[in-house]
């Protein structure tokens, strides 16, 4: 389990972005909101380890503008990783172990999904970007009345994660994950009783990061795919929750 070497209806991101959303507290827990509070879908979602990122606030915002009700917390509290960390195989480790670990983000996540229930939604869903997909599928295995949750060129994802997992999944990997263990533990999914709402698709010409802070925007091919990732996104969770 490591971190990846290289570390339609939806609107189109775009290079220079000022946000939509509104920044807020949950308890005193950072947290940027995006969509109209009060819609029956929420969304929670797990940066990547940049966190609160352009990118990612961007993407909150276009599935916010698609009729969800967003929520990113700030879960490495204002302390991301820098691309110098990424280097270092003892700072990704103690990562793991603290900040970036299930244990110290879980509150997070429970605080998080309730807020959005108490908030109108009747569906709520997880989506993970890097290491937030090691939380995805852990949120998917422990966490209850989870419709569902996607994955973005995750990170951390072992074989074992996918026979754990409760409720439907999506992964959206990139060139610089391992294609082969997706392709098998999507086939162990699939003999799931919600093996059929499982997702697998394949972005083998993009690199990692690409839909989140490490994708450069400002070029079009890179911008284009991104955008073929979040309505994805839109779809798999509108087709999870009901209207």
Not at 3 to 24: D, I, M, Q, R, W
Not at 147 to 157: T, W, Y
Request: net charge negative; charged share 20%; proline share 6%.
């Amino acid at each position: 389990m490591s971190f990846p070497s290289a570390c339609c209806n939806t609107l189109p991101v775009t290079a220079n972005y000022t946000t939509k959303g509104e920044y807020g507290k949950l308890g005193d827990l950072d947290c940027y909101f995006a969509g109209v509070k009060g819609s029956k879908h929420g969304l929670f979602i797990n940066y990547d380890v940049f966190a609160f990122h352009p990118n990612v606030l961007q993407l909150c915002d276009i599935l916010g503008s698609a009729g969800f009700y967003v929520v990113l917390p700030d879960l490495l509290r204002g302390v991301p990783l820098t691309m110098p960390d990424l280097g270092k195989p003892e700072v990704l480790k103690a990562f793991m172990q603290n900040a970036g670990s299930w244990e110290t983000s879980e509150p997070a996540y429970v605080q998080g999904l309730e807020y959005l229930r108490n908030s109108g939604a009747t569906s709520v869903g997880v989506i993970g970007f890097c290491w937030g997909g090691r939380h995805v599928a852990t949120a998917l295995e422990r966490l209850d009345g989870v419709v569902g949750g996607a994955i973005v060129h995750p990170a951390m994802i072992t074989s074992d994660d996918f026979g754990k997992v409760k409720a439907p999944l999506m992964a959206l990997p990139s060139k610089d994950e391992d294609m082969e263990m997706f392709k098998k533990g999507f086939a162990e999914l699939k003999a799931k009783p919600f093996g059929a709402q499982c997702r697998l698709e394949s972005f083998e010409d993009m690199t990692h990061g690409f839909c989140g802070a490490r994708g450069d925007w400002a070029n079009p091919v890179i911008a284009k795919r991104s955008r073929d990732a979040i309505h994805l996104l839109v779809t798999f969770f509108n087709d999870l929750m009901p209207n």
